[in-house]
């Protein structure tokens, strides 16, 4: 399944490539990435809550994962300092808006109605949604359309639900941790997220025996770098860069660290 999702993630790259070098071309660039020079740091918002894809180091109490290795080669690409500014679903694209954050690497999803508020590099991830569940619990996903799920405030998967299942009761949580805890208690038979997250969740569970992932997908998604609409400069710079992760073999090294080459 990891090379099937490697391949399709590449060719996801390559396509988006194709597309965004015809609009980069024709549109005048903006300043931000002067100004991300200038300053001589890059402001990514990321998860601290999100694990494989951003979470806090027991040890060190900084935030690694794989959106932060990511945002790494970026700042090192624009040869300026990293700052990770912490994030939840809801809030990416407001710190993105507000300035407070230059680039968006968390995890987000590619939408079209994201894409009218702020702009998408080229995808570097390909995911799906799934159900986890307890492990005694049916395992056809249409078994719980009139169920109670959980799902994180502000993600495609809290939209995907509304649509799939409009007679299920869905509660919303901050982060993916908060709703694990409400499976766990009982308050909702199911909760849903990314594929690779609700993996990397699962394994890190003391009680993972209690639970399982359903194999049916509620939705595939193509997670991207979110970038302030207009600023086709930086996202060229961004683009370049994930042509170069994926070139020399980088990106498929980060892969490896947080999901495994298997």
Known sequence: MAADKKSYHKLALALGLLAAGGMLSTQAQADRLADIKAAGVVKVATFDANPPFGSIDPKTHGIVGYDVDFANALAKALGVKLELVATNPANRIPLLQSGKAD??????????????????????????????VPAKSPDKLDEYSRARIGAVKGTTGEQALHQRFPQSRVLSYDD???????????????????????????????DKANFKILPDLLSKEEIGVGVTKGETALLKAVNDELVNLEKNG????????????Q
Do not use: M
Not at 178 to 187: F, K
Not at 250 to 261: C, L, N, R, T, V
């Open 250 to 261: 980088q990106a498929a090294k980060i892969y490896d660290i947080w999901f495994g080459p």
């Open 103 to 132: 680039l968006i690497v968390a995890d987000i999803t590619i939408t079209p109605e994201r894409a009218q508020v702020i702009d998408f590099s080229t995808p570097y991830f390909v995911t799906g949604q799934q159900f986890l």
């Open 176 to 206: 993916i941790p908060l709703a694990l805890t409400a499976l766990r208690n009982g308050n909702v038979q199911a909760i849903t997220q990314d594929s690779t997250i609700l993996a990397g969740l699962l394994a890190q569970a003391p």
